[in-house]
């Protein structure tokens, strides 16, 4: 399939922002997200005769919404550690893919590389937009959103909120229905001197390569009917069972008699899990890491069992959550993150053990967004630079869809897994 730029401008917001506005500080849990944009497709079938007026449609109520998010509609400056909101706008595309939708939906056909063109890139500078939206039209009508957003403004639950904000606003024809949102994280969490390098990982040189592994929810009850004494979700039964076919593909690659113990670091909304009285309509970056360890020198790694790997995951999340109920003001519960990131960093750079990234959108209302096409058929990610597992659910809400981007090498063993091609339809 081939997609084409038909268009390309910048939405400002239908009202200017007030001066006393224009100035945001971000907080210190923003200086530790990893400078990438975050990224949404969303999937409609949509009657190409009406494509026009709704298309138009999303324009005006992306402009009305950013009056309530301002800040998505200015630029970041970096060395002030603030955002100028300053209404320059959110870039805004549109786009001819040649070809039908339901083609591009079969589960054979879908491929990562073309899910790519269906979101904008971008080189980040000083200039460059904190938001893009690119809008492209299949030649059957239908729809796909793309939506990108700096990290370094939003979380994966801050986006969704204002990806549902905005389909709202179409709806409603206006934001009087739209729960408005707070920008007062950095009066918890001040901006400090981070050094960042020592918590986010550096870029990698191989190749990544992304695929998406699809969990039915029939394959996660046979997983979890498995474990004996436990009962985990399908996010940690997933994110177990992975975790398992990596830790064989790293004893294939550094020898099947290693021991080296692997770590794996999964991220965690934090909304409601602090002694903090923050809004639950708090916007920009709100979230921990829980730190897991598996191996070593007393473990035969050649028989590592899917039960001590949920034990392990489920320990880990347990005690995390524990721990972070009990500071009583943002600067411990910045030390406590930083501290799990420059230790997941750290144990990288050694290079004496495993680690693993994961993050999790489940239970993420993202299949709630409707901009008058009723609600999205399918949502995905796209390639990411960088190793990372990311789990999303299935429209039916019972399913996990597994985004796992690993250098090539990695990869190959991974999709040829015995256990992962038993348990999984690979795209």
Not at 131 to 144: D, K, R, S, W, Y
Not at 155 to 170: E, Q
Not at 293 to 301: K, L, T, V, Y
Not at 347 to 376: H, N, Q
Request: net charge negative; charged share 20%.
């Amino acid at each position: 399939m081939k997609v084409e730029i038909l268009s390309r401008k910048l939405i400002k917001p239908a009202t200017p922002t007030p001066p006393h506005l224009q100035s945001l500080k971000i907080s210190s849990i923003d200086q530790l997200a990893p400078p990438t944009y975050v990224t949404f497709i969303l999937y409609y079938h949509a009657n190409g005769d009406e494509n026009d007026g709704k298309r138009k449609g999303l324009q005006k109520s992306l402009s009305e919404i950013l009056t309530l998010y301002y800040p998505l509609a200015g630029r970041y400056i970096k060395d002030d550690q603030l955002v100028d909101c300053n209404d320059e706008g959110v870039e805004y595309l549109e786009a001819q893919v040649s070809g039908q939708l339901a083609q591009l939906l079969q589960e054979e056909h879908v491929k990562v590389e073309v899910l790519n063109h269906l979101a904008p890139y971008v080189m980040p500078s000083a200039s460059t937009p904190l938001a893009l939206v690119q809008v492209n039209m299949f030649e059957c009508g239908g729809l796909a959103i793309g939506l990108l957003i700096s990290h370094t403004m939003i979380d994966g639950i801050a986006m969704t909120t204002f990806l549902n904000a905005w389909a709202t606003t179409c709806q409603a024809a206006g934001i009087n229905k739209v729960i408005h949102p707070r920008f007062d994280l950095a009066s918890f969490f001040p901006p400090r001197e981070i050094n960042i390098d020592a918590v986010n990982p550096k870029k990698t040189k191989a190749i990544i390569i992304t695929r998406r592994f699809m969990f039915n929810g029939e394959a996660i009850s046979t997983l979890k009917e498995a474990m004996t004494k436990h009962q985990p979700s399908r996010v940690v039964v997933v994110t177990a069972f992975i975790w398992k076919a990596l830790i064989a593909v790293a004893q294939a690659r550094h020898g099947h008699l290693s021991r080296r113990p692997s770590f794996l670091c999964h991220s965690l909304n934090l909304r409601r899990r602090t002694t903090l009285p923050i809004s639950d309509n708090s916007f920009g970056n709100l979230y921990m890491v829980a730190n897991a360890r598996f191996g070593g020198e007393d473990i035969d790694q050649s028989k590592v069992e899917l039960n001590e790997l949920v034990v392990s995951l489920q320990d880990s999340i347990r005690n995390t959550l524990a721990d972070y109920m009990k500071p009583q003001n943002g600067d411990d519960l910045v030390c406590m993150i930083s501290n799990s990131l420059r230790e997941m960093h750290e144990e990288r750079e050694r290079g004496e053990i495993d680690v693993f990234m994961f993050t999790s959108w489940c239970r993420f209302p993202l299949y709630e967004a409707d901009f008058g096409w009723g609600k999205p058929i399918w949502f995905s990610c796209r390639a990411r630079p960088m190793e990372l597992i990311s789990l999303n659910d299935t429209k039916d809400g019972d399913g996990i869809e597994a985004w796992v981007s690993l250098n090539e090498t990695d990869m190959l063993l991974f999709q040829n897994h015995p256990e992962i091609k038993a348990f999984t339809s690979q795209i």
